[in-house]
């Protein structure tokens, strides 16, 4: 089995975005390189499928070093993943505090200026 097909095999199972060492982590002795540093092994061939396939590509990076699969992403159902639940909905960020920002004055300034 490929390092691809075991990503894709983690990534079905678990539904959601996942960093390259929580894959590498979940995947343990099923990832077929047998490399010292498996979590370049996969971020490369991750990568490089994302490049070489584009929007083709099973997979899509949802951050830095974070991966999930397009149709998880997208929402987008196949037909082998009819039994797969969607990504749960997630709540909207709060806003913080609104305030007003607040004149500068000569005491916000520490140092680094010239003595006159």
């Known amino acids: 089995m490929s390092t691809l097909a075991v990503v ?23 990832l077929p390189s047998k490399s010292k540093t498996p979590d370049t092994v996969v971020a490369r061939d991750l990568s490089m ?3 070489r396939k584009g929007e083709t590509s099973l997979f899509v990076r949802t951050s830095p070093g974070r991966y999930t699969l397009r149709a998880l992403a997208t929402g ?23 305030s007003t920002p607040r004149a500068r004055t000569d005491s916000d300034v520490q140092g680094g200026g010239f003595a006159s």
């Open 8 to 30: 894709e095999e983690i990534l079905r199972e678990t539904a959601v975005p996942m960093s390259v060492r929580e894959i590498v982590e979940r995947a343990g002795v099923r």
């Open 76 to 98: 987008t159902v196949t037909d082998n993943m009819r039994t797969m639940s969607a990504l749960p909905a997630r709540k909207p960020a709060v806003a913080a505090g609104t």
């Open 49 to 51: 499928d994302i490049k």
